[in-house]
């Protein structure tokens, strides 16, 4: 068997969004570095990233109720609302400031404008819903949100969802035009385009399957061709793992001592889908509602006007589901095979603790098309089962550690960065709002990762990323000033329906 040996400056391992940006950014700031990406897959951007594979929602609060909780007292919480927010306006300064220099053509092949409502039922939950706008409209990164309950407002802005609807429960939505939809394939796609052309090796069809660290301090990473099943070696001084679901069993190779205690629980999911124009053309908005009692905040359910490829649709969902697989294309085996000793108790307790998640995705997992259909109908009450088919989502994998907090085997729900002690490997775990914070969380890894070189490159981030370490919340007339010039760049100026396909 052949194998090749090679050295470079940087290691991405996955072909989604995160190593896209890092490998941007790094390319940006460090245009000399060598970067090689590997992945498995024959093209890129086909777990995760996919548009099929998420909700392609801009995550910045303006609608996600589960990032404003309520505390014991009755107040809100408004605090991860705001820093997810600030983190969302970083990733669309970034693509803005590549449209800008040429770098990336044509932003409405990866964002649209959609408008993000709140939609809720229940005397309490609309109570819920108007100290929300309250508490949230008073920050100017949320300025525009409206509050309505009346059937004539609701009629304009959600037509398709009061068709038929007979309630008698208090309805109320919250509205804001400045939402997006997010096609994350192929602004995934963009990115590696133009990293190919700064001469970075992508290295399609090439899976990792062992890294190591040399006598030297380097790390060595094992991977084969599948095409040819050559085995090459190639040798770096820093590794980012940004490979999905696939990150975790990467990151346990390592040995690194922050790999240890760490777990993986695998949720699959569903949605279902619309591409009935007659239907579609009634829905112009990603509403999202609230999480039912008992069910983990990643099973908000929202109906969301999606353009994908040119054509648009309306998505509904998510339905959990559970598969042991930690990627789409994975293993049955990638959950046992998860499990090592230094993890085996961390897991264990996760399972003792979350029987209410367990017994959710059971629940989940025997629900029937006609029972998607009645939850379907929650939202939208005439809604035919014809129009709908069912659409798999992406596997994402919720961290599972130990915490000073939640204690031991505490399940986490968003996005986490592991980064070894020494700043040479770095490894991207969790799910949502991930994609959609992808800037701020790589320039996370590079601060972390790069402490020594970081100062001579916040310049060039600040020319990319105006707003980078400043809190745009507390600066009202910079904000619009920045969002005026990204909504220009990115041409997500609220348009008239009809015209956003032209």
Not at 163 to 172: F, G, L, M, T, V
Request: charged letters at 25%; aromatic letters at 8%; hydrophobic letters at 35%.
């Amino acid at each position: 068997m052949n194998s090749v040996m090679n050295k470079t400056d940087v290691i991405l391992i996955g072909g989604g969004i995160m190593s896209a940006t890092l490998g941007t950014l790094l390319k940006e700031v460090a245009p000399e570095w060598d970067i090689e990406v590997f992945e498995k897959l024959d093209s890129t951007a086909q777990e995760s990233s996919d548009a099929w594979n998420n909700a392609g929602t801009g995550h910045s609060a303006l609608c996600e109720l589960n990032y404003t909780p309520e505390q014991a007292d009755g107040s809100l919480d408004v605090t991860k609302a705001i820093r997810i927010n600030e983190q969302f306006q970083l990733s669309k300064q970034f693509w803005s400031h590549l449209v800008e220099k040429g770098m990336m053509e044509k932003p409405q092949d990866f964002i649209m404008p959609v408008p993000h409502l709140s939609f809720v039922e229940g005397e309490k939950n609309v109570e819920f819903l108007q100290k929300r706008v309250e508490a949230l409209s008073k920050n100017p990164l949320f300025e525009g949100m409206e509050f309505a309950d009346d059937e004539e407002t609701l009629n304009k802005w959600i037509p398709l969802m009061m068709q038929e609807r007979a309630s008698k429960e208090p309805i109320a939505a919250t509205r804001i035009e400045t939402g997006t939809d997010i096609n994350f394939g192929n602004l995934t796609r963009k990115l590696f385009d133009l990293l190919e052309e700064k001469d970075v090796s992508l290295n399609l069809g090439h899976e990792v399957e062992d890294i190591r660290r040399t006598k030297g301090g380097e790390w060595q990473v094992k991977v084969r061709n599948l095409a040819t099943d050559k085995v090459e070696y190639h040798t770096s001084k820093f590794i980012f793992i940004g490979a999905g679901g696939g990150s975790l069993p990467l990151l346990q190779k390592t040995g690194i001592p922050e790999s240890k205690n760490i777990g993986g629980f695998p949720v699959s999911g569903l949605f279902m889908v619309c591409e009935n124009p007659e239907v579609v053309e009634k829905h112009n908005a990603k509403v999202y509602g609230k999480a039912k009692v008992g069910a983990p905040p990643m099973s908000v359910p929202h109906l969301d006007t999606r353009y994908i490829e040119g054509k648009k649709s309306l998505l509904f969902g998510p339905f959990a589901g559970f598969s042991p697989k930690f990627l789409k294309t994975g293993s049955y085996f990638d959950l046992i095979g998860s499990v090592k000793p230094n993890n085996v108790f961390t897991m264990l307790s996760a399972g003792a603790k979350e029987m209410g998640l367990t017994k959710y995705l059971i629940q989940q997992v025997m629900q029937s098309n006609e029972d998607r259909m009645e939850d379907l109908r929650e939202f939208i009450p005439s809604a035919k089962s014809e129009d709908w088919d069912i659409v798999v989502a992406g596997q994402r994998v919720q961290v599972i550690k130990d915490t000073d907090k939640g204690g031991k085997g505490t399940l986490q729900f968003g996005t986490e960065v592991i980064t070894a002690k020494d700043g040479s490997v770095a490894a991207l775990l969790g799910a949502s709002p991930g994609a959609s914070v992808s800037v701020d969380v790589m320039l996370d890894v590079m601060q972390r990762c790069f402490p020594q070189e970081f100062p001579e490159w916040e310049d060039k981030i600040k020319e990319m990323v105006p707003s980078y370490g400043i809190n745009l919340s507390e600066q009202p007339e910079k904000f619009k000033e920045l969002n005026e010039m990204v909504s220009d760049k990115l041409d997500l100026k609220p348009q008239e329906e009809g015209a956003l396909l032209s």
